[in-house]
């Protein structure tokens, strides 16, 4: 794509027209961007998923940190990754921005590029959205519909004594991503993407709705020890994890991995966390993605960590949590 850098970002319908002209309209939608509302095609026998999801400059990302793909594909990532915490299927995506006037037109475009491009791969169609003047700094705010079979969708409230916990993939690599950006060091997007470009678990997702083995199940967006209360609460149960069983991540391009309170509790790792009936034949891989086991859920009520030494402590959620932080 070829970029023309503009002193401003356009104007509403320039822009607008600008963005329809990058977007591509995927079965599923029967109108989108050039009418008041978007249409929808729902499957019979379906129910729709609906997400929403802010992105705001200075609290989920940085412009001196983030390059403008990382932070359009994050902003879809962040809904893409609640319709896979449920087994669904997106189907379009609605976006609201709210620019500063000083924004360049650069910067939008390589933002499309980075959201449109993971909008085609899932092919979920722009089908809507608003555009607005911001004060001061850089707002989006993303809405994804979705679709799932009636009454198939995967809960945080059915989790049971006895099911154990599994997760995807390897937890606390976007979070010491973070933490480095945050000490002042420069780093690759290549070399970490976890962080920049975390990747949604849709197919693991709707293949454990399909075969029927996730019991429960949340996106690991706020972090493990906090995403894992948000089951225990909803479905009033307990857990005990294990801390020698949870998969932590590699740093960049080195054999360490991040420290075991990284894995616990950063965030932004777009993982699932489910539940299984112990007598469920659970993969070791799904969509080439590893799946660990690492705990139980419990009878009775709050978290416990059985951790490296082998001793029993209570785990409290230390992961993220607005106006709290």
């Known amino acids: ?30 109108s989108g961007i050039g009418d008041d509302c978007a249409a929808l095609r729902i499957p019979q026998k379906h129910e729709i998923l609906l997400t929403t999801d802010f992105s705001l400059e200075g609290i ?23 319709i896979a915490a449920m087994g669904g299927k997106p189907l379009a995506a609605f976006l609201s921005l709210a620019l500063p006037k000083d924004l360049p037109q650069k910067w939008v475009d390589r933002f499309f590029s980075g959201f449109l491009g ?15 003047l911001s004060p001061s700094g850089i707002l989006a705010d993303i809405v994804v519909a979705g679709e799932v079979p009636r009454g198939q969708a995967v809960l945080r409230s059915t989790a049971r004594p006895g099911d154990l916990l599994y997760v995807t993939g390897e937890l606390g690599g976007s ?50 020890s906090t995403d894992l209360a948000h089951i225990c609460e909803e479905s009033r149960v307990g857990a005990t994890l294990f801390a020698l069983a949870i998969p932590r991540a590699g740093i960049g391009e080195s054999d360490k991995i991040v420290s075991l309170d990284l894995a616990l509790h950063g965030g932004e790792d777009y993982e699932l966390l489910f ?8 993969p070791r891989s799904i969509a080439g993605v590893p799946i660990t086991q690492i705990g139980q859920i419990t009878r009775l009520r709050g978290m416990v960590l059985v951790n490296e030494k082998n001793k029993r402590v209570a785990l409290k959620p230390q992961g993220w949590e607005h106006f709290n932080n």
């Open 1 to 30: 794509m070829l970029y023309i850098d503009f002193v401003l970002p356009l104007q509403e319908k320039a822009l607008i027209a600008r963005i329809r002209r990058q977007s591509r309209v995927w079965p599923g939608t029967a």
């Open 60 to 82: 989920h990302f940085r412009r001196k940190w983030h390059g403008p793909e990382s932070v359009g594909h994050r902003c879809l990532t962040r809904g893409l990754s609640d």
């Open 118 to 132: 993971l909008a085609d791969r899932y092919k979920v169609t722009l089908a809507g959205g608003d555009v607005a």
């Open 175 to 224: 979070a010491d991503t973070l933490h480095r950006l945050m000490r002042g060091q420069k780093l690759n997007s290549k070399n970490h993407p976890r962080h920049f470009f975390p990747e949604p678990r849709l197919k693991v997702g709707k293949f454990l709705r399909e075969k029927q083995l996730a019991t429960a199940m949340i996106d690991l967006s706020d972090g493990l």
């Open 275 to 282: 539940t299984a009936r112990p007598n469920a034949k659970i």
